[in-house]
T-cell receptor, first 119, second 114 residues
Framework: DTEVTQTPKHLVMGMTNKKSLKCEQHMGHRAMYWYKQKAKKPPELMFVYSYEKLSINESVPSRFSPECPNSSLLNLHLHALQPEDSALYLC??????????????????FGPGTRLTVL | GENVEQHPSTLSVQEGDSAVIKCTYSDSASNYFPWYKQELGKGPQLIIDIRSNVGEKKDQRIAVTLNKTAKHFSLHITETQPEDSAVYFCAASKRNTGFQKLVFGTGTRLLVSP
């Protein structure tokens, strides 16, 4: 199984709603990522988890709250979002660098994304 | 921090022609350079990558070259087909103990006309 799955595929929410995005991988990867991608732009890193611990927060507003409950699952909790937060939210995973060195594998696997619209 | 520039932003070719996309990076410590293809409504998919100890890598119709001195790397697609039409992103990364932080270029929209 060499894929990252994301649910839901589409999400429409109001500015007062609370919702969550879910990401799952069963490749044994111990690093997982959240990206935000606006139309016609490259993915923009938001958070990185390594061994279930938050390693990078790229100064993301607190209305986005990540969670890594176990090594296969990554959530992004959303609260009081703004219309400008509408975007494609991508999840990705990689083996750890130690494993990369052993296997010669570098690929960062991306999920299909969740298309979020904030009204 | 790392900055990656990518050119051109759009590229239109006829089927069967070659396509070349170029990227430059700023951080000499970067040592891994992947290329991703993103089709409409999908997540990016790795198509080829190169590490800093290699100058060129080829996989069928796709090749990547790296010039560490000039901090340039390029994607070459030969015998283009309509299904190659997509947005292509280059990226750069440097080794970290636990994860891989990619810095992406701005993207190239490739259109292959039959």
């Amino acid at each position: 199984d060499t894929e990252v799955t994301q649910t839901p595929k589409h999400l429409v929410m109001g500015m007062t709603n609370k919702k969550s995005l879910k990401c799952e991988q069963h490749m044994g990867h111990r690093a997982m990522y959240w990206y935000k991608q606006k139309a016609k732009k490259p993915p923009e890193l938001m958070f990185v988890y390594s061994y279930e611990k938050l390693s990078i927060n790229e100064s993301v507003p607190s209305r986005f709250s990540p969670e890594c409950p176990n090594s296969s699952l990554l959530n992004l909790h959303l609260h009081a979002l703004q219309p400008e937060d509408s975007a494609l939210y991508l999840c990705a995973s990689t083996p750890t660098v130690l494993l990369l060195a052993a296997l010669g594998v570098n690929e960062q696997f991306f999920g299909p994304g969740t298309r979020l619209t904030v009204l | 921090g790392e900055n990656v520039e990518q050119h051109p932003s759009t590229l239109s070719v006829q089927e069967g022609d070659s396509a070349v996309i170029k990227c430059t990076y700023s951080d000499s410590a970067s040592n891994y350079f992947p290329w991703y293809k993103q089709e409409l409504g999908k997540g990016p998919q790795l198509i080829i990558d190169i590490r800093s100890n290699v100058g060129e890598k080829k996989d069928q119709r796709i090749a990547v070259t790296l010039n560490k001195t000039a901090k340039h790397f390029s994607l070459h697609i030969t015998e283009t087909q309509p299904e190659d039409s997509a947005v292509y992103f280059c990226a750069a990364s440097k080794r970290n103990t636990g994860f891989q932080k990619l810095v992406f270029g701005t993207g190239t929209r490739l259109l292959v006309s039959p």
